[in-house]
C-alpha cells in the first residue's frame, strides 16, 4: 500500500510585455507498507513432515514445496513480514514563454521529479525459473528491498512556429539528469550477484549454482538523458 499526501502551488505573472512565468511547487509526503509471508528456506523446511504422507517435505527445483500443506508450513510457519517507509519531497517547477510576433514563442522549464521503483523490483522473494537466463538454465530473480526513489532534474526549451490554416512547427531540446536510478542488472554469475546470490540459494535450497544465471536491481548514482525533439 502506497499513501501519498500533497500540497501544490501555482502561480503565473506577465513580467513583460509578451514575456510571461509561471512557478510552481509540490509538496509530497509518502508513506509505504507492504505485508508478505517470510518464506522458509527450503533446506529448513526439509526438515519439517508432510501431515499428509507422514514423510519429510519435498521441495521442487523452484525451491517451493510439493504439497499444499507442506507450502501452508513453507509460508505460515514465520508469520507476515510487516515492512514501511516513509519520505518527504519538494518539487519545484519553473517555466517562461516569450512570445515574438503574431506566429512565434520560445518556451523554457525546468522542473524536479520522482521516479518509484516498481514492486517488482522491490518486493517478495527470490523466484526460480529453470529453463531461464542467458542460456536457458536456469534464472533467480532477486528483489531488492532497498531501493529508494529516483529523483530527476528536467530542463527542456522549445521552438514555435504557428502557420495560418496549416499548422505549426516544432523544435525542442531536453536535458534529464536523474539520480538513483533503479535498474535490472541481468545474466549475473553467482559470484558477480554476491551476498544476494548466497541469500536466494539459501532460500531455494540451491546448493550449486552452476550454469544458473541472477537478475537483480541496484541503483545508478547518476543518469543523464538528452536529445532533440521535433
Known amino acids: ?15 513583460a510585455p509578451r514575456l510571461k512565468d509561471r512557478v510552481g511547487l509540490r509538496a509530497e509526503w509518502s508513506r509505504n507498507t507492504s505485508l508478505g509471508y517470510t518464506q522458509m528456506p527450503a533446506a529448513e523446511l526439509k526438515t519439517h513432515i508432510d501431515p499428509n504422507t507422514g514423510k519429510a517435505c519435498a521441495v521442487a527445483t523452484t525451491g517451493i514445496a510439493t504439497t499444499i500443506p507442506c507450502v501452508d508450513i513453507q509460508y505460515g510457519t514465520n508469520g507476515i513480514q510487516k515492512t514501511t517507509g516513509s519520505y518527504f519531497n519538494l518539487f519545484p517547477s519553473a517555466s517562461i514563454k516569450w512570445t515574438l510576433g503574431e506566429s512565434n514563442d520560445i518556451d523554457a522549464g525546468y522542473s524536479h521529479t520522482i521516479l518509484r521503483p516498481g514492486l517488482n523490483a522491490t518486493a517478495g522473494n ?16 532477486i528483489p531488492n528491498p532497498g531501493l529508494q526513489p529516483a529523483t530527476s532534474d528536467n530542463f527542456s526549451a522549445r521552438y514555435s512556429r504557428y502557420f495560418k490554416s496549416v499548422g505549426l512547427f516544432n523544435l525542442g531540446v ?5 539520480k538513483g536510478l533503479a535498474v535490472a542488472q541481468s ?21 550449486d549454482p552452476t550454469g544458473i544465471y541472477f537478475t537483480t536491481y541496484k541503483q ?8 532533440i525533439a521535433a
Open 1 to 15: 500500500q502506497e499513501n501519498i499526501q500533497a500540497l501544490y502551488g501555482i502561480a503565473t505573472a506577465e513580467v
Open 126 to 141: 527470490a523466484s526460480y525459473d529453470p529453463l531461464g537466463g542467458e542460456l536457458g538454465t536456469g534464472l533467480i530473480t
Open 174 to 178: 531536453y536535458y534529464n539528469r536523474i
Open 187 to 207: 545474466d549475473l554469475t553467482a559470484d558477480e550477484a554476491g551476498s544476494a546470490a548466497a541469500q536466494a540459494l539459501a532460500q531455494l535450497g540451491i546448493d
Open 220 to 227: 545508478v548514482s547518476l543518469v543523464t538523458i538528452k536529445g
